[in-house]
Each structure stands twice: as structure tokens, then as C-alpha cells.
Nanobody, 115 residues
Framework: QVQLVESGGGLVQAGGSLRLSCAAS????????MGWYRQAPGKQRELVAL???????TYANSVKGRFTISRDSAKNTVVLQMTNLKPEDTAVYLC?????????WGQGTQVTVSS
């Protein structure tokens, strides 16, 4: 059984930084990409950043230049370094693995940015 465990969320003031980490355990046949999504109250889930098996990255326009995604393929871990956080970054952040046949999701970690 595959499990994704996120850590690193919390409360931070605007302009601050947080580092989110997601570790996947269990047997995953293939990983096309690993990424982070977020969902704020009353809003749709949106892609924040992802990194492919080849190392290519994609970022939401709203986080470009502030967030950096990285991965450790050997450990099936993905990290999201967030800097210069803004109140509009407040959301539940969810880790995702694109396994080709199916997606895997973590339970989410809350990020709250105060103004």
C-alpha cells in the first residue's frame, strides 16, 4: 500500500519561508512526476509545482521565483521550498505522485501566512 506523508506546514508571517517535504512509502511501479497542489477554502485545487522523472519542472505563475521544487528519486521524496510567502499562499498543500495508471495523494499539510 502506497502512503504519502507530508510535513513542514505551519504558520508564518508574510515574507517568511517554509519547507514542505513529502515521503512516499510502498511499492510504486512507475513515477512520471511528483508535485504539490494546494486548495484554499472555497477554491478549486490548483497545481503549485511539479517535477518530472527527467527533472523538468513546472510552476504556477503565482509562485514562480518564490518556490522551488526538488526531488530525491532514490528516496521517493519531493520537497517544496517556499520563500517570500504571501497571505494568498494560505491553503492546504497536498503532495501528488503521477504513477501513470493512477495518482497518489497525501492527506495535506496546512500552510497559513499572516499579514
Amino acid at each position: 500500500q502506497v502512503q504519502l506523508v507530508e510535513s513542514g506546514g505551519g504558520l508564518v508571517q508574510a515574507g517568511g519561508s517554509l519547507r514542505l517535504s513529502c515521503a512516499a512509502s510502498g511499492s510504486i511501479f512507475r513515477i512520471n512526476a511528483m508535485g504539490w497542489y494546494r486548495q484554499a477554502p472555497g477554491k478549486q485545487r490548483e497545481l503549485v509545482a511539479l517535477i518530472t522523472s527527467g527533472g523538468g519542472t513546472t510552476y504556477a505563475n503565482s509562485v514562480k521565483g518564490r518556490f522551488t521544487i526538488s526531488r530525491d528519486s532514490a528516496k521517493n521524496t519531493v520537497v517544496l521550498q517556499m520563500t517570500n510567502l504571501k497571505p494568498e499562499d494560505t491553503a492546504v498543500y497536498l503532495c501528488n505522485i503521477d504513477g501513470g495508471i493512477r495518482d497518489y495523494w497525501g492527506q495535506g499539510t496546512q500552510v497559513t501566512v499572516s499579514s
